[in-house]
């Protein structure tokens, strides 16, 4: 449950910086695709944050 917690928590904490505009719109330079801003790694990081949550909810599905 602790891990679950954490990814939720470092996904919210993405999403947090994608609503920032400077933070949104900073340059970066991805190995395959060039320069990308700072949202598009963050939306993708995000993504895949969820789908990893989504993996453990199913794994280990809370108990009553």
């Known amino acids: 449950m602790e891990l679950s917690r954490r990814v939720?928590?470092?996904h919210a904490e993405i999403v947090?910086?994608?609503t920032d505009e400077g933070a949104r719109s900073r340059p970066g330079?991805?190995?395959?695709?060039?320069?990308?801003?700072?949202g598009h790694f963050g939306a993708y990081?995000?993504?895949h944050g969820?789908?990893?949550a989504?993996?453990?909810a199913t794994a280990f599905p809370p108990t009553r």
């Open 50 to 52: 969820h789908e990893h």
């Open 8 to 10: 939720s928590a470092a």
């Open 29 to 38: 330079i991805h190995s395959e695709q060039g320069e990308l801003d700072a």
């Open 45 to 47: 990081q995000a993504r």
């Open 54 to 56: 989504s993996e453990l």
């Open 16 to 18: 947090r910086l994608l």
